[in-house]
């Protein structure tokens, strides 16, 4: 059993910006706490490298400065990358063979949340383990720990970070591989990827509608990106485009649009990667990993092509723990990480979809064709808020409620209910055969939740 964490949740530390636990001060003991915890556990952090990147939050600028200060106290000298989708740090941690990667955001959230995700040497997310011992010391004085004034780190900027991520993404497709002819919009959620998504695009030769790539510090995610396809769609639509991109914030999710104007998720693109990879015999595990939210009929498809799905806890850090423990390289979440192992150690949409257009480009079919792989169950998706410090789901009112959906579903579908890890919300999903059976239930149980937080 995994003990409760004070600071990490599910995808690092998030809060909001300028406000406990996303303060400067508190930025710099996380910095100073990961080198020391890192530091002994390999033999100390003599004049060793740290990369840090981030989004496009204006905080971001303010957790950076502190970041990097707490790190060249413990003497780490400091890598700046500037705005950069965070599988790219995973991707250049080990490129520069750095023994931390840090990425300031807080991903597919508004620009007044940030947020602190930490990366190993090996360009894989920190275990819980780690995790709990960045915790221990990060409310302890770290005085006795400092090193001599002559080795106190110092910071360096990498002058075309994007430049080397463009370039290691398109290894990952064959170097024959063009888009010509193809009309792709593309809408980057004014974040992270506002420069590299659309450059890659232009270098394999798509014609490039870009949208989300203007941002000001406060409209990251803002009505675009991966969370909200609205925009995209029509402009799919609008353009007569053959596809349209969505990434969110830190470019770490993918979500697609076919020519229709119809929204393409994360289940979708794994069981079309899933079928090529193992088509191309380069499907690892006999497997693939993804979450308990992904949709039964991902899971029917998967075992059509005589593949298993693996589930884990919503989370990429726990679908690429179960990718390792499983030898699988390929594993996502309904949402739009895909994580393709073979190439980078976490999510990363603008991976994911150059290996989604390279099946397009090859089929000569319109995306609408190649991209629905699957037919969907109906299911429900709902969150229902609760004050912090509230335990609705203790209540057995709840208990009950969650019990008799279960019982109604029967061997026809499912009932998941669980807390967020990153804001106070209870998430309430049910799929099944029947889709009026599924919102009667979803409804049920948050009505259930509601009374018992109210």
């Known amino acids: 059993m995994t003990k409760t964490r004070k600071y990490f949740g599910t995808d ?17 003991k996380v910095a100073m706490a990961t080198a020391h915890a890192l530091g002994g556990s390999q033999g100390g952090l003599d004049q060793k490298r740290v990369i840090i990147g981030k989004d496009t939050r204006r905080s971001c600028y303010m957790l950076e400065q502190a970041m990097a200060a707490g790190f060249e106290a413990m003497g780490m ?6 705005p ?5 740090i995973s991707i250049l941690t ?7 990667g840090v990425m300031i955001s807080a991903s597919h959230n508004l620009s007044q949340d940030n947020g602190i995700k930490i990366f190993g040497s090996d360009g894989y997310k920190l275990s819980d383990a780690m995790e709990q011992e960045i915790e221990r010391w990060i409310d302890q004085d770290m005085a006795a720990f400092l090193p001599p004034a002559e080795k106190v780190g110092r910071a360096t900027r990498i002058d075309d970070a994007t430049g080397r991520y463009i370039e290691y993404i398109k ?4 170097r024959s591989l063009s888009l010509s002819g193809m009309k792709i919009v593309v809408d980057c959620a004014n974040g992270a990827a506002y420069k590299a998504a659309p450059q890659l695009l232009y270098e394999l030769e798509a014609e490039v509608i870009s949208l989300g790539v203007q941002p000001n510090g406060h409209n990251i995610n803002k009505e675009c990106g991966a969370t909200h396809t609205e925009a995209l769609q029509k402009a799919v639509v609008a353009q007569q485009a053959h596809l349209g991109i969505a990434l969110d914030g830190d470019a770490d999710r993918l979500i697609m649009v076919d020519e229709t104007g119809k929204k393409i998720d994360g289940d979708q693109l794994l069981a079309l990667i899933a079928a090529t990879k193992q088509d191309e015999g380069h499907l690892k595990g006999g497997a693939v990993v993804a979450t308990v939210m992904s949709n039964l009929g991902l899971e029917r498809y998967l075992a059509s092509q005589g593949l298993s799905l693996l589930r884990t806890q919503v989370g990429d850090r ?17 949402s739009g990480h895909i994580i393709l192992d073979d190439f980078v150690a976490t ?4 991976l994911a979809a150059l290996q989604c257009l390279a099946v397009i480009a090859r089929s000569g079919k ?25 335990q609705p789901l203790s209540h057995a009112q709840v208990q009950e409620a969650i019990e008799t959906a279960q019982g109604r579903l029967s061997q026809t579908g499912r009932v998941l209910v669980r807390p967020s890890g990153t804001e106070p919300l209870i998430r309430v999903m049910a799929e099944g055969d029947d889709a009026t059976l599924v919102q009667e239930v979803v409804n049920d149980i948050c009505a259930a939740i509601e009374r018992a937080a109210g």
């Open 318 to 334: 726990y679908v690429i723990e179960k990718m390792k423990a499983a030898g699988c390289n390929l594993g996502g979440e309904q």
């Open 171 to 174: 290894r990952s497709v064959p």
């Open 84 to 88: 950069i989708p965070t599988p790219a």
């Open 366 to 390: 319109p995306a609408s064709a190649v991209l629905n792989v699957f037919k969907p169950l109906p299911q429900l998706l709902k969150n229902v808020k609760f004050e912090k410090g509230a």
């Open 94 to 100: 080990r490129t520069f063979r750095c023994d931390i």
């Open 12 to 28: 690092g530390i998030r809060g909001e910006a300028n406000k406990f636990p996303m303060t400067a001060d508190m930025a710099l």
């Open 77 to 82: 000298d400091v890598l700046f990358t500037g």
């Open 347 to 350: 999510g990363d949409g603008i």
